[in-house]
Nanobody, 113 residues
Framework: QVQLVESGGGLVQPGGSLTLSCAGS?????MGWYRQAPGKQRELVAV???????NYADSVKGRFTISRDNAKNTVYLQMNSLKPEDTAVYYC??????????WGQGTQVTVSS
């Protein structure tokens, strides 16, 4: 079992920046972030493998950067040039080495003036 603890959500103005963090209780394979806006399905934001390979949703490419610290079992999401459409609950995701998926409790990101 892997516990994921997220932090860093909040309210930010359009064009602003925010950094999300997610600490895992032990090492995992891939880590990433998904988000779910009201009335919409959960969607992939970004994912990073233990080797550092990354994948981003087209909607966030060039604005968001995912990174991880394997020594701390922690993944980060640096979000720049935020838009109102980025408003959602952001969920940390981890894929264990046994191919089991784990989810964080979610953190709210609201982009509004």
């Amino acid at each position: 079992q892997v516990q994921l603890v997220e932090s860093g959500g909040g309210l930010v103005q359009p064009g602003g920046s925010l950094t999300l963090s997610c600490a895992g209780s032990r090492s995992v394979s891939s880590m990433g972030w998904y988000r779910q806006a009201p009335g919409k399905q959960r969607e992939l934001v970004a994912v990073i493998t233990s080797g550092g390979s990354t994948n981003y949703a087209d909607s966030v490419k060039g604005r968001f950067t995912i990174s991880r610290d394997n020594a701390k079992n922690t993944v980060y999401l640096q979000m720049n040039s935020l838009k109102p459409e980025d408003t959602a609950v952001y969920y940390c995701y981890a894929l264990g080495f046994s191919a089991v998926s784990y989810w964080g409790q979610g953190t709210q990101v609201t982009v509004s003036s």
